[in-house]
């Protein structure tokens, strides 16, 4: 038995070859077209020599380009590593080096960054430079261009025989414990989510289209959007920065029906002044994940625009949807949901004894078929978080009598900024670089727009004094993508210990 997640592509060209497969303003590929184009990129691979098994970086936001490249790499057999496009050159370095990629795929504005971090990595062999005109085939020196090697290649004819477990993508997520840890995801991880959303969980058909906001890069764009509606023969619309008034503009020219998004969107959406200006008859769903959606943002959004906003929860690890709220059952607000069809959920307390009687809280617990292989490279990390064949997530929630779960706080401390994942040593590390921090600790504050905000808490060292909170920021924004550097900080004269020495958090947080 074999399986290639770039099935989803083959088989929908096959049914619908001439139905728009992607939309960026003026730009529109049909099935055919971007089938044809993932195959000679696939062939363009495979002119370089590299080989199935090879891992290729992807760095490019949501534009035509990832999506070829995304299915290229699939047809040749190569397992995807997508990066997020604010990282910096030292964090692109660090990805590139764990994951073995010898190839990366780069977008024209983020080409000093890749040129930056690809001089310094030995392993990844080929810099691929993506651009907005077709007609420029030009790249930077050391560099190759999308266009030309597409142009030039010839196309792969078959979809490699893959297994269903070997690893299709690799996606960057972070702990508590240290740098980013690349989580495998097999081809049937992929393929099936990707199959339940279209099947059950959105029922996506060939006429339906979807505002593309979220970041390709990021598991939930990937999975829920552009894969599940590509296998079903339908039109993403693209749009690369998320912006209140071009969403509701695209909603209304392309009659988008399905709409996804982390919580700040529909805020976004909800408090734009003119938001009732547009004709958004045509949404029929609306998935929100990435974060806690507030009830009261869901109660209005659903209010004013007509339209069911369904929530769901789910991790890198788990490809990503593990449980939703469903169009044919009751939704409840502040819920994420029942565990999606073939996904077991359970709650743990701390010493793994699994809690049975409802709305008492613990550490919620996944098993199926939607759980990564483990992190790559990474055994310890792997086994610390697969036990006995459960993937443990670290958020805890409680069950109600009708089995739908609800979070009610986070076992570790990640900060969840505008839908993206932060983590407070990674921050903290850079923090203890500055000549001037003796102490530090990183923690989420709410913020009304994006939800939590990242806020440093630092005791000076002697003789610096006259630090600011000005001067702190600015050397955090110089090395760290800027979703995660800290936007507000403040000085103590020393952080509050446990008897351990440990920095209570929980204090810090009151």
Same mark, same amino acid.
């Not at 040749?76 to 073995?100: F, R």
């Not at 943002?297 to 004013?304: E, I």
């Not at 788990?318 to 994420?336: E, R, W, Y």
């Not at 630090?467 to 993508?481: D, F, H, N, P």
């Given at each position: 038995m074999s399986l290639n997640l770039a099935t989803l592509l083959a088989e929908s060209t096959k049914r619908h070859p001439s139905n728009r497969a992607v939309i960026l303003g003026d730009t529109s590929l049909d099935y055919a077209t971007l089938d044809a184009f993932s195959r000679r990129f696939a062939g363009a691979l495979k002119s370089l020599g590299i080989k199935p098994g090879q891992h290729i970086a992807l760095m490019l936001p949501n534009v035509p380009h990832f999506t070829i490249a995304?299915?290229?790499?699939?047809?040749?057999?190569?397992?995807?590593?997508?990066?997020?496009?604010?990282?910096?050159?030292?964090?692109?370095?660090?990805?590139?080096?764990?994951?073995?990629?010898?190839?990366?795929?780069?977008?024209?504005?983020?080409?000093?960054?890749?040129?930056?971090?690809?001089?310094?990595?030995?392993?990844?062999?080929?810099?691929?430079?993506?651009?907005?005109?077709? @007609?420029?085939?030009? &790249?930077?020196? +050391?560099?190759?261009?999308?266009?030309?090697? $597409?142009? #030039? =290649?010839d196309p792969v004819t078959e979809v490699p025989a893959t297994m269903p477990d070997d690893t299709a993508v690799i996606l960057y997520t972070s702990g508590t414990t240290g740098r980013p840890k690349g989580a495998e995801l097999t081809h049937f991880n992929l393929f099936f989510n990707a199959h339940y959303v279209r099947t059950m969980l959105l029922e996506f058909t060939e006429k339906d289209s979807a505002l593309v906001t979220l970041p390709l890069f990021h598991s939930f764009g990937q999975s829920v959007l552009q894969n599940a509606l590509l296998g079903a023969g339908g039109t993403l619309v693209l749009l690369p920065r998320f912006d209140a008034e071009a969403a509701f503009t695209l909603i209304q020219k392309h009659r988008i029906t399905i709409f996804a998004g982390?919580?700040?969107?529909?805020?976004?959406?909800?408090?734009?002044?003119?938001?009732?200006?547009?004709?958004?008859? @045509?949404?029929?769903? &609306?998935?929100? +994940?990435?974060?806690?959606?507030?009830?009261? $943002?869901? #109660? =209005?959004?659903?209010?004013?625009?007509?339209?069911?906003?369904?929530?769901?929860?789910?991790?890198?690890?788990?490809?990503?949807?593990?449980?939703?709220?469903?169009?044919?059952?009751?939704?409840?607000?502040?819920?994420?949901?029942?565990?999606?069809?073939?996904?077991?959920?359970?709650?743990?307390?701390?010493?793994?004894?699994?809690?049975?009687?409802?709305?008492?809280p613990g550490e919620i617990a996944i098993r199926g078929h939607n759980v990564m292989r483990g992190y790559y490279k990474k055994p310890e990390a792997t086994a610390e978080a697969i036990k006995d064949g459960w993937f443990h997530s670290g958020d805890i929630a409680h069950r109600d009598e009708e089995g739908y779960y609800f979070i009610v706080d986070r076992k570790k401390d990640m900060i969840i900024r505008g839908g993206f994942n932060v983590y407070p040593r990674e921050i903290e590390e850079i923090l203890y670089g500055h000549p001037a921090v003796a102490e530090a600790a990183v923690i989420g504050i709410k913020h009304e727009s994006h939800g939590e905000e990242v806020k440093a808490v630092i005791?000076?060292?002697?003789?610096?004094?006259?630090?600011?909170?000005?001067?702190?920021?600015?050397?955090?924004?110089?090395?760290?993508?800027?979703?995660?550097?800290p936007r507000v900080v403040e000085f103590m004269d020393s952080l509050p210990k446990g008897p351990t020495g440990k920095i209570l958090k929980r204090e810090l947080k009151k």
């Open positions: 995304y299915f290229g790499g699939h047809y040749a057999g190569n397992p995807i590593v997508p990066l997020n496009v604010l990282l910096t050159p030292d964090e692109i370095a660090y990805h590139l080096e764990d994951s073995d990629a010898v190839a990366l795929v780069a977008w024209e504005m983020f080409a000093p960054q890749a040129q930056a971090a690809v001089a310094r990595v030995s392993s990844c062999k080929h810099l691929i430079i993506a651009k907005a005109d077709r @007609s420029d085939v030009s &790249a930077p020196e +050391g560099a190759q261009s999308f266009t030309r090697l $597409v142009a #030039s =290649a982390v919580p700040t969107m529909y805020f976004g959406m909800l408090h734009f002044p003119r938001g009732n200006d547009f004709d958004v008859s @045509s949404l029929r769903a &609306a998935a929100s +994940g990435g974060a806690a959606m507030p009830v009261e $943002v869901m #109660s =209005a959004f659903d209010a004013k625009f007509k339209v069911n906003v369904l929530e769901g929860y789910g991790l890198s690890e788990t490809s990503p949807v593990a449980s939703f709220n469903q169009l044919d059952k009751p939704k409840k607000a502040g819920s994420i949901g029942l565990p999606i069809w073939g996904v077991d959920f359970k709650l743990v307390d701390d010493a793994g004894k699994t809690i049975v009687d409802p709305m008492v005791a000076k060292k002697a003789g610096h004094e006259n630090v600011t909170a000005e001067e702190i920021i600015a050397y955090t924004k110089e090395k760290l993508a800027a979703y995660k550097y």
